[in-house]
Nanobody, 118 residues
Framework: QVQLVESGGGLVQAGGSLRLSCVAS????????MAWYRQAPGKQRELVAD???????NYADSVKGRFTISRDNAKNTVALQMSSLKPEDTGVYYC????????????WGQGTQVTVSS
């Protein structure tokens, strides 16, 4: 199994920046996708950004140009640099791992709260 631990959430004013980090441990397959999802109160969880093991990235339209996802394969970490934050970015942010080989395991972190005040 893969365990994920997030850090870096908090309270920030609109226009500010935050950096989220996630460390993966356990039975990690090198060919994987790591992602950040978020869930706002009363809304469904949505994909924010993901990054494949080869560095290919994908972003939700709402965060393009403001957020940057990156990963360090040697350290099994993924980060989300968030800039120009808006109140609508508020929510619980979850780290996600999805293996592309073997058991194709999907794992979630416990989530970290991001609150953007107006």
């Amino acid at each position: 199994q893969v365990q994920l631990v997030e850090s870096g959430g908090g309270l920030v004013q609109a226009g500010g920046s935050l950096r989220l980090s996630c460390v993966a441990s356990g039975s990690i397959f090198s060919r994987n996708v790591m992602a950040w999802y978020r869930q706002a109160p009363g809304k469904q969880r949505e994909l924010v950004a993901d990054i494949i093991f080869d560095g290919t990235t994908n972003y939700a339209d709402s965060v393009k140009g403001r957020f940057t996802i990156s990963r360090d394969n040697a350290k099994n970490t993924v980060a989300l640099q968030m800039s120009s934050l808006k109140p609508e970015d508020t929510g619980v942010y979850y780290c996600n791992y999805r293996g592309l080989t073997g058991s194709r395991e999907v794992s979630w972190g416990q989530g970290t709260q991001v609150t953007v005040s107006s």
